[in-house]
């Protein structure tokens, strides 16, 4: 078998983000639009910076510990909560801007922007593990915004190797055209080619993808299994079946070559544990779980006491069970990619690795 | 109590060279010229690439899981090693050349030359966590080997500064007036004052230090307490008692101000756990230590199952008392320049920190 040849950035900062089985049990905490309208909802008032600040530091002080690697977004994340993410976890740094820039058909398109006055540079001097990159994205969008987030996606994978250090590009598709509704049959029907087209489109080297993040590729709601209205009481007409959803995940770890995880995309922790219990078992990497995991402590803001104590106990709880249901995660160095952690090699090793290995300097 | 601000790779490096409680319990395994030496010993041959790879391999592998850090070569540990260094275990390399030129009076005095091909830049690309510069220093040398030897260590603070990355600096005195010997009355007498005065040399913010790792200051085979051939069977005079070398670690402690850790400088295990154990109760945060705690296992090269038993019994054995030696040492951030870790702030924290802090093009 044939060594696998890593870089010592790459090989450092993927082993960071794992656990020590290789495989990805993270956290995001990266949430600023979706958060802001969380703790307004609560509130009643406009949310401040120092809002979002105190709620990220409590998420990072109780939760991180539990977390292989915690994903931060630099503007109201990071600057609080960097002393409180253990050294032992690794840290992901997002950076695109929140929220997305409204195109194409009928406006309902989404450009992503990258975070001004940021980027891939000021993440690796930072001193994080990884680089994190949002993209909306459907393949089948106008060709203009197609092209622009494959652009971009393009440039921070070349930042990335560049800079040496991991990628996870995080790709979600949404809803655009006439009869699509997020929550609706045809959309869910549709789910599963959304996933694999764009897991197909940027799994391309050419992108230099180091982990995929992405959605189940289908929509629990309407499998038949659990169609009765098992995570919210709402009966819904089948799409597809179990054995269906699993073959979805497994074309999704066909597709990929390289890791992937499992985001949760605001669904509830219930769906969330079946969702990282399906994907694990069909080659998925782990998971990036952000609001399934913390999203009940904001109920309890402005009351810091009641939202620590309700992560020390909920949160934590939830944490333990997607350890459980992630059981059987494919350790990264097991993927296609890699072959087995005996085949994992540091690029050019043996006694003149220090001299070819390149700096900043020679783009 | 004023805050005390820290950049943000700094903060991350600081963290994972310690432990969670904030003390380096630090592991070398950079040696190149004294390593080969040891090999040569035992084999009788010509020492290889190969030779030094594996045993560094082996070190790594078996003992590095135990140490907050590790310090690492470039050129034969760190291309085999990498993949067995845990993750959450700090990663320090080494950017100078092994040895020293000889220089100045009759020759015998030292002059550290930089790893040709190698540097901070690569060090940072590379993912690590820190850097460590091994120093020659006599304050009372030739001026001309006195100003180079602070030359190297300023322009590699400033590189540290610049790429953001812990600056580990190592300094150690050595014997070159006639009157000098290394295990003499005349150069244990002369000890502390060594250590003192190249401790306040680079102690000065002009060089950017984040840890100094130095020797201990005195020679404990001549104090009183152990003077009757506690370590090695010979009787000497003594130069001090156990109280005055209490009071020079003090000494070092304050005149440091930053963390600082001692080195095992290729004493004995009993000798320097004494060591520890002292500098700890008088306000050292940790150890950095190389062939006490690992040189044993060379004696059985090349029988690499038998280096490996020795590494996972006397070898583990020796980091957990290495522990327990350290049980008083003082937290970095409780270090006169931290103040506490509630003090412990990242520099410029707060809505605008992404923007200001500054990626590597702006020098």
Not at 215 to 234: N, S, T, W
Not at 300 to 318: K, R, S
Not at 320 to 337: C, G, N, Q
């Amino acid at each position: 078998m044939s060594r696998v040849e890593i870089s010592a950035g790459k090989l450092r900062g993927l082993l960071r983000l794992a656990d020590d089985e290789g495989r990805f049990r993270m956290m995001a905490i990266d949430q600023r639009g979706s958060l802001k309208r969380m703790i307004k909802k609560v509130t009643g008032r406009d949310v401040t910076y120092e809002d979002l600040a105190q709620i990220k530091k409590l998420i990072v002080k109780v939760l991180s510990p539990y977390s292989s690697a915690t994903l931060i977004d630099p503007g109201y994340g990071y600057p609080i909560a960097a002393k409180y993410l253990p050294a032992e976890v690794g840290l992901l740094l997002a950076v695109e801007e929140t929220g997305y820039l409204a195109s194409g058909t009928g406006e309902k398109e989404r450009k992503t922007r990258l975070l001004e006055g940021w980027g891939v540079e000021k993440v690796k001097r930072a001193g994080a593990d990884g680089v994190k990159l949002l993209l909306y994205y459907r393949h089948d969008g106008s060709p203009e915004v197609v092209e622009h987030q494959q652009a971009i996606a393009r440039t921070v994978g070349e930042e990335c190797a560049y800079y040496d250090i991991p990628y996870v590009l995080e790709i979600v598709a949404y809803p655009f055209r006439e009869d699509e509704d997020k929550d609706s049959f045809a959309y869910a029907k549709r789910k599963p080619k959304l996933v694999f087209d764009y897991v197909a489109e940027f799994a391309k080297p050419e992108y230099k993808v180091d982990v995929l993040k992405v959605e189940f590729p289908a929509d629990l709601k309407y499998c038949k299994e659990y169609a009765d209205g098992a995570f919210d009481g709402v009966k819904r007409e089948p799409a597809y079946e179990l054995t269906e959803v699993e073959d979805f995940c497994r074309e999704v770890t066909r597709l990929a070559k390289v890791p992937w995880v499992i985001l949760s995309a605001g669904v509830g922790i219930e769906e969330f544990l079946e969702e990282v219990e399906i994907a694990s078992r069909c080659g998925a990497s782990g998971f990036l779980c952000g609001r399934a995991l913390w999203k009940y402590c904001v109920d309890f803001y402005p009351d810091l006491d009641a939202v620590e104590q309700w992560l020390e106990t909920g949160g934590a709880e939830n944490f333990r069970k997607l350890y459980a249901a992630s059981e059987a995660a494919i350790p990264f160095w097991d993927t296609d990619v890699f072959k087995g952690f005996p085949n994992l090699m540091l690029q050019g090793a043996g006694p003149d690795w220090y001299k070819d290995y390149h700096g900043f300097g020679d783009r």
